[in-house]
């Protein structure tokens, strides 16, 4: 933390988790002056998968810290899917595992060394207003109030609501998914479980389990629910009765590696749960002098509940339309409109994997997947396709697609 508290910047970035220092580096870069704030100290724990897929390999790459991240991280070769049967195909891809506590700091330090300024812990409380436009915010420092006047403030709070309520932006109070994680300590499993493990099965109908390989013989191991609500005309919801505890349990007792984990691994993290906000649903994207990225705006895939890739993505969007504005005046009409346009460039892929997220609600589907997969090439590659973001995930689950499954020769 500085010694005096900044009064002042161009752009404000609340939030330095990868869609926040995304946005930052790239702003600072661009000769902007950028402070990032964050309500936690870092490094911090987060809840988490840990999986970076090629999508957020290719925004490591252009945050130019892909070399550092992979030097700490666990290189993968191949996603397992795992069918409720026990048939396991491997998909191939270029994938790592490095825990959000190592990656978000890697990220949070190369903004700062782009030049953006660090202030934390520091909590978002409200915008500053002048008529409707936000030109700063109110945040909590210390105990105390600290005004921070801002031409923009760039909100990549995260899933939790309060920042976005406060900020006049969120359009669903609850989440559209739930995950629960833990890591643990086993280096003989560590070294059997080659692949990013993900299991479907009954009891996790809504969802899934997996079991990720991360460095120093830990792993991540946890279940997910997405897509398990239910939502009134304002958008309020609430999520279907479970037990997220129960559920994780019930991946412990169908997948026999994460039982073996959980007997006799060494706990490192807790089990601990988090929302998720999906689908660039949920939320505004912007109003007069903020822009919403990452998974505030709503950035992890329904199907997957994959999310760093994409949350990276929309800060980088953010910092485009921001950046191309010119640091003069930073044309408010332009930059929110090509902020909104690329992301409503995005939104077709997001429908395409809430349409694959049917596997999630009904487990038998990723047997049919898995039996044709083991038979077929072709399908095989389009699930590389898929992984690699060059296919259409939901094309595989439509009537013509599982028609073609299930004919021989097709």
């Not at 420092?141 to 969120?170: F, S």
């Not at 003989?188 to 493990?197: D, F, G, P, S, T």
């Not at 809504?206 to 460095?215: E, K, R, S, T, V």
């Not at 950046?323 to 429908?351: K, T």
């Amino acid at each position: 933390m500085e010694n005096t508290f900044p009064r002042a910047c161009e752009v404000l970035v609340v939030g330095a988790g990868p869609a926040g220092s995304a946005c930052a580096q790239m702003l600072a870069r661009a000769g902007l002056d950028v402070l990032l704030v964050d309500e936690h100290d870092f490094p911090r724990e987060k809840v988490c998968g840990d999986g970076l897929i090629p999508d957020a390999l290719a925004a490591l790459r252009r945050l130019g810290v892909f070399e550092e991240v992979m030097a700490q991280a666990r290189r993968v070769a191949h996603v397992a899917c795992i069918g409720p049967r026990g048939g396991r195909v491997d998909v191939p891809g270029t994938l790592a595992v490095l825990p959000r506590r190592e990656l978000d700091m890697i990220l949070c330090t190369a903004a700062r060394r782009a030049g953006a300024r660090w202030l934390a812990p520091a909590r978002f409380e409200a915008p500053l207003l002048d008529g409707e436009r936000v030109v700063g915010a109110r945040l909590q420092v210390n105990g105390k109030a600290l005004e921070v006047a801002a031409r923009w403030v760039v909100l990549a709070t995260g899933a939790r609501p309060q920042a976005l309520i406060a900020a006049g932006m969120c359009e669903r109070h609850t989440p559209t998914g739930v995950a629960l994680r833990a890591h643990v300590r086993h280096e003989a499993l560590a070294q059997r479980v080659q692949a990013l493990e993900i299991v479907w099965h009954p009891r996790l109908r809504g969802g899934y389990g997996w079991l990720f390989p991360g460095p120093g013989g830990v792993l991540n191991i946890g279940t997910g629910l997405l897509g398990s609500h239910s939502a009134d005309a304002k958008g309020h919801g609430r999520m279907q009765p479970l037990n997220l505890r129960q559920l994780f349990e019930a991946f412990c007792e169908v997948h026999a590696p994460a039982r073996e984990l959980m007997e006799h691994g060494e706990i490192v993290s807790d089990v601990k749960g988090a929302p998720l906000r999906c689908s660039l649903a949920g939320a505004r994207w912007s109003r007069p002098g903020l822009l919403v990225c990452g998974e505030a705006a709503g950035s992890t895939y329904a199907f997957s509940g994959e999310g760093i890739g994409k949350a990276m993505e929309t800060g980088l969007l953010a910092a485009q339309a921001l950046a191309a504005a010119g640091p003069e005046a930073l044309g408010e009409a332009r930059v929110r409109a090509r902020y909104e346009d690329a992301l409503h460039a995005l939104r077709p892929r997001f429908a395409l994997y809430e349409k694959a997220n049917r596997v999630n609600n009904h487990p038998w589907l990723a047997d049919l997947l898995i039996w044709r997969a083991r038979r077929r090439p072709s399908v095989l590659d389009r699930l590389a396709g898929v992984l690699e973001e060059r296919n259409n995930p939901g094309q595989l689950l439509t009537v013509r697609g599982l028609v073609k499954l299930l004919t021989p020769g097709l």
